[in-house]
T-cell receptor, first 114, second 114 residues
Framework: DADVTQTPRNRITKTGKRIMLECSQT?????MYWYRQDPGLGLRLIYY???????NKGEISDGYSVSRQAQAKFSLSLESAIPNQTALYFC?????????????FGPGTRLTVL | AQSVTQLGSHVSVSEGALVLLRCNYS??????LFWYVQYPNQGLQLLLK??????LVKGINGFEAEFKKSETSFHLTKPSAHMSDAAEYFC????????????FGTGTRLTVIP
């Protein structure tokens, strides 16, 4: 079984709709992250959470919100989707920061906003 | 602030030829550096990481990278390309400030020609 799972894997929605992307992990990590990937731009951080009570904005948080329901679950919401939010979204996790702590990525959710 | 520059958004090599993917970083403190690989329709997988122990780092699938502080570089190499190496490669940097956030380059797509 995958350590970091994302649902749905693909989603097509319309402008103005609310949508939620979900991430679950079985790695027991405290830290979780949401990124979006756009062609030619690499990955950019949307939000990150160090534990259930700690939520932080990343580089591109406008238009997004998150919820950390439990240590293992971190959801990303688009309150009113717009076409330029069409992208590939990744969830990632990591343990407590230490020397070169790596992040582990889910398989991604491809979101299309029409 | 940290940043990463990957020179060349697309690199093509012949099967059996040397692979060289370039990464330069900017960091105000000693960095931690990572190379991730993304195969089609998959999430990101760690290839290797530099954490100040050794400047030449060996990773999975025959890849290695050398940290050169004087050149602020962390180029990825593989002596002999294989068809299965075709993927997108991302260089990332983080600083040990407690946040452990990764800053990604824009990626290099590697094509291997038979």
């Amino acid at each position: 079984d995958a350590d970091v799972t994302q649902t749905p894997r693909n989603r097509i929605t319309k402008t103005g709709k609310r949508i939620m992307l979900e991430c679950s992990q079985t790695k027991g990590h405290d830290r979780m992250y949401w990124y979006r990937q756009d062609p030619g731009l690499g990955l950019r951080l949307i939000y990150y959470s160090f534990d259930v009570k700690d939520i932080n904005k990343g580089e591109i948080s406008d238009g997004y919100s998150v919820s950390r329901q439990a240590q293992a679950k971190f959801s990303l919401s688009l309150e009113s989707a717009i076409p330029n939010q069409t992208a590939l979204y990744f969830c990632a996790t990591s343990g407590v920061a230490g020397e070169g702590t790596e992040q582990f990525f889910g398989p991604g959710t491809r979101l299309t906003v029409l | 602030a940290q940043s990463v520059t990957q020179l060349g958004s697309h690199v093509s090599v012949s099967e059996g030829a040397l692979v060289l993917l370039r990464c330069n970083y900017s960091s105000s403190v000693p960095p931690y550096l990572f190379w991730y690989v993304q195969y089609p329709n998959q999430g990101l997988q760690l290839l290797l990481k530099y954490t100040s122990a050794a400047t030449l780092v060996k990773g999975i699938n025959g890849f290695e990278a050398e940290f050169k502080k004087s050149e602020t570089s962390f180029h990825l190499t593989k002596p002999s390309a294989h068809m299965s190496d075709a993927a997108e490669y991302f260089c990332a940097v983080s600083e040990w400030t407690g946040a452990n956030n990764l800053f990604f380059g824009t990626g290099t797509r590697l094509t291997v020609i038979p």
